[in-house]
């Protein structure tokens, strides 16, 4: 069965600080992944997404992911914090038809 | 173009009542899904419909039934509501890549956030 893992509920960075949100994914068939951004009181807005075409994948609000498949990851990174990205970040995987699955999210905060 | 759309966006409900939670989605997508969102549990699927006239459970299907009324639409419905009910729910659609053999980035509603007292 697919399953995601996101490490760490939270996250504080700095303004202008790398930002990197973890993203492990179980799957016995290749993965389609995608990271989404939920800011409070909304629903989930996507960032970007992961469909074998290639293994880094650029997003909005200059976010990027890469897909490593030895180390079954797609973590989430950004060279420069700013404050409009705190938000929640949820990663997710779909290796089928019937659904996607989503990780438990990891909460970013940052500090001026 | 509204993309998904869900009904209502707040409701309180006693213990026992029950209610339908509506969404419909304009983007022509196959796949529909019902997800909860709990403090730090993430989305959880509830029910989903990969096409029109299936559905299927999901992770925490228990309390809640579903309707696939047509492509557009997909409710869900609490017939017995109960305080562990409360959370905020959202409505998903996806399309299904066919070639791919899977579906591609789900869209959201804005959610329903409901509260049984």
């Known amino acids: 069965a697919q399953s995601v893992t996101q490490l760490g509920s939270h996250v504080s960075v700095s303004e202008g600080a790398l930002v990197l949100l973890r993203c492990n994914y179980s799957s016995s068939v290749p993965p389609y992944l995608f990271w989404y951004v939920q800011y409070p009181n909304q629903g989930l807005q996507l960032l970007l997404k992961y469909t074998s075409a290639a293994t880094l994948v650029k997003g909005i609000n200059g976010f990027e992911a890469e897909f490593k498949k030895s180390e079954t990851s797609f973590h989430l990174t950004k060279p420069s914090a700013h404050m409009s990205d705190a938000a929640e970040y949820f990663c997710a995987v779909s290796t089928g038809f019937q659904k996607l699955v989503f990780g438990t999210g990891t909460r970013l905060l940052v500090s001026p | 173009n509204a993309g998904v759309t869900q009904t209502p966006k707040f409701q309180v409900l006693k213990t026992g009542q029950s209610m339908t939670l509506q969404c419909a989605q304009d983007m022509n997508h196959n796949s529909m899904y019902w997800y909860r969102q709990d403090p730090g549990m993430g989305l959880r699927l509830i029910y989903y419909?990969?096409?029109?006239?299936?559905?299927d459970k999901g992770e925490v299907p228990n309390g809640y039934n579903v309707s696939r009324l047509n492509k557009r639409e997909f409710s869900l419905r609490l017939e017995s509501a109960a305080p562990s009910q409360t959370s905020v729910y959202f409505c998903?659609?996806?399309?299904?890549?066919?070639?791919?053999?899977?579906?591609?980035?789900?869209?959201f509603g804005q959610g329903t956030r409901l509260t049984v007292v």
């Open positions: 419909s990969a096409s029109e006239g299936t559905t």
């Open positions: 998903a659609s996806s399309e299904a890549l066919l070639e791919q053999g899977r579906n591609t980035e789900a869209f």
